[in-house]
């Protein structure tokens, strides 16, 4: 089938040559792919299941992308500039995002000085920012659901590497007043020893996405995203989806070249 294969075969191989392994002994290699066959979570994906497996096209925009935010002034440049230089106390909080309580102090902002290595707070704050902005323009933007950056390390735990338990509560219609079953999107931020990546599940027309700034793929993440989906869908409005006609949509995005820029942020 060329470049087509089963994602259910796909997600019983031992090893993936694509992406990157180890990235704390190098920024160059294979990423090995943890054997989950066993896991009881993989039901509800059969044989016939294809993915695409094509690489990503090389970084082209095809949209101007300038309107989706305003310029800083050169005000608000200098005050940014001001922030990341200084050397005032560490825990200094300056930032405090009321509806999600995250804290970014002088500490935590330095991450984004040039050859920074990103935190939970900062991504989880403009994950934040994203949603809100989405809310506020429901007519220009997609309606999504933005994970923070525990939820992988929570639902990926447990004997079996999968606990839909331990993140079931964590979308209850009263805790987000929608259903993810209802989003266009739902993004979901991946920590790989070092590095950051981030996973895109497509409500609507039924994809996946796996966007690693090193070329990389983890089958792995798509596997328990694909059971988690199937539980979820099952557990809150007691439907049971088929993933055989889901498949994974290449995207151009920019490949990093060094070893600490990270994270391929969404933004439209």
């Not at 792919?33 to 690489?55: P, Q, Y």
């Not at 305003?70 to 200084?86: A, R």
């Amino acid at each position: 089938m060329g470049g087509m294969v089963s994602l259910s075969r796909l997600l019983k191989k031992k090893t993936e040559n694509g992406g990157l392994r180890g990235y704390k002994r190098s920024v160059e290699g294979p990423r090995e792919v943890g054997d989950l066959s066993a896991n009881a979570a993989w039901r509800g994906i059969d044989d016939e299941g294809d993915i695409t497996m094509e690489e990503a096209p090389s970084y082209k925009p095809e949209e101007d992308l300038h309107g989706l935010f305003t310029p800083l002034t050169n005000e608000e440049e200098s005050e940014v500039n001001s922030l990341l230089c200084d050397s005032g106390h560490s825990k200094d909080i300056l930032v405090l995002h009321e509806p999600s309580n995250i804290e970014i102090t002088r500490e935590k902002l330095g991450c984004l000085r040039p050859r920074g290595w990103l935190n939970d707070e900062v991504i989880n704050l403009y994950l934040e920012l994203l949603k809100e902005r989405a809310e506020r323009e429901p007519r220009r933007f997609l309606k999504c659901h933005f994970f923070n950056t525990f939820f992988f390390k929570k639902l990926a735990c447990g004997k079996t590497g999968y606990d839909y338990q331990s993140v079931r509560r964590w979308t209850s219609l009263n805790k987000l007043g929608y259903g993810l079953w209802e989003c266009d999107k739902i993004f979901v931020p991946i920590h790989r020893d070092l590095h950051w990546c981030l996973a895109v599940i497509n409500m609507k027309e039924k994809t996946y996405q796996f966007l690693d700034s090193l070329g990389g793929m983890d089958l792995d993440v798509l596997g328990i995203l694909a059971t988690y989906i199937i539980d979820e869908l099952k557990d809150k409005i007691n439907i049971e989806i088929d993933f055989s006609s889901w498949r994974r949509a290449p995207d151009p995005f920019p490949l990093q070249h060094n070893g600490y820029t990270s994270f391929p942020l969404p933004i439209g």
